[in-house]
C-alpha cells in the first residue's frame, strides 16, 4: 500500500471538525466506545451493501476478500484494472496522500462508475461528500473522468440509484481545497482549538464527543 495521510473516514470527520479529524489521526483509542445502537446501524448498512451487491455484480472481484491483509488492497486492485475486469468490489486509490475504497467500481460504456451505498431513503450531503471524494482520488489515480451514483434504500424496489456526476464534479475545487486544509492541520504538532458547538452534534454525534465535554 502506498504511503497516506488520510483516509475517506477521516476526511469526512475534518470536514465536520477539523478538531475530530487531528484526534482520530493521532489520539485514536480517546473516542467513545461504541454503543449497541451504533453497531446495529453499522451492521445494517453491511448487510445492505452485501445484498445489492450480491444481486447487481455477482461476478465481481472482491478485492477485501481475496487480499491477504490490507496492505495488499491497492496492488490487487492494480491487477485487476491490468486484467481488465469490469467489477470491482472495494477497489482501493490512493492519490495525494488520500485513501479511499470504493463500494463498486464498475466499468460500463467504456467508461469507470462509482458506487457508494448507503442503507438510507434519504440523499444527504454527508452522501455527496462522501462520493466526492471517492471520485477525486479515483479519477486522480485512474487518470481519466469517471461517473458517480449513490445506491439508497427504496421502499418498493429495495434500492434506487442515483446519478451524482455533476454535483460530485462541481464540488472538486472544494475537495482540493480540503485536502490541502486538512494536511497543513496534521501537520501541527498541537489539537486544533475548536469551541464547543453545533458541529459535535451535526452531521453526526462526534466520535470524540466525551473527550471534548470534560
Known amino acids: 500500500m502506498s504511503n497516506y495521510l488520510f483516509s475517506k473516514t477521516a476526511y469526512i470527520k475534518g470536514v465536520q471538525c477539523e478538531k475530530q479529524l ?27 451493501e452485501d445484498s445489492y451487491r450480491e444481486k447487481h455484480f455477482p461476478f465481481a472481484v472482491n478485492i477485501e476478500k481475496i487480499a491477504k491483509n490490507r496492505n495488499d488492497y491497492e496492488s490487487l486492485t492494480k491487477k485487476a484494472l491490468q486484467k481488465q475486469v469490469a467489477d470491482i468490489f472495494e477497489a482501493t486509490f490512493v492519490y495525494h496522500d488520500v485513501l479511499v475504497m470504493n463500494d463498486v467500481l464498475s466499468r460500463s460504456s467504456g467508461q469507470w462508475e462509482i458506487q457508494e451505498i448507503k442503507n438510507s431513503a434519504e440523499l444527504k450531503a454527508t452522501h455527496i461528500q462522501d462520493i466526492a471524494l471517492q471520485y477525486y482520488v479515483t479519477k486522480g489515480a485512474l487518470e481519466q473522468e469517471l461517473s458517480a451514483k449513490l445506491v439508497l434504500f427504496d421502499e418498493i424496489d429495495s434500492y434506487k440509484l442515483i446519478d451524482v456526476t455533476e454535483e460530485v464534479r ?3 475545487v472544494e475537495i482540493a481545497s480540503n485536502v490541502k486544509h486538512f494536511k497543513n492541520v496534521l501537520a501541527s504538532s ?11 452534534e451535526m452531521p453526526y454525534k462526534c466520535s470524540f464527543w466525551g473527550y471534548c465535554h470534560r
Open 22 to 48: 487531528f484526534l482520530y489521526k493521532y489520539h485514536y483509542k480517546l473516542q467513545d466506545p461504541l454503543s449497541p445502537e451504533i453497531l446495529a446501524k453499522f451492521k445494517g448498512g453491511h448487510d445492505f
Open 170 to 172: 462541481a464540488l472538486q
Open 190 to 200: 498541537k489539537i486544533p482549538e475548536k469551541a464547543i458547538g453545533e458541529q459535535c
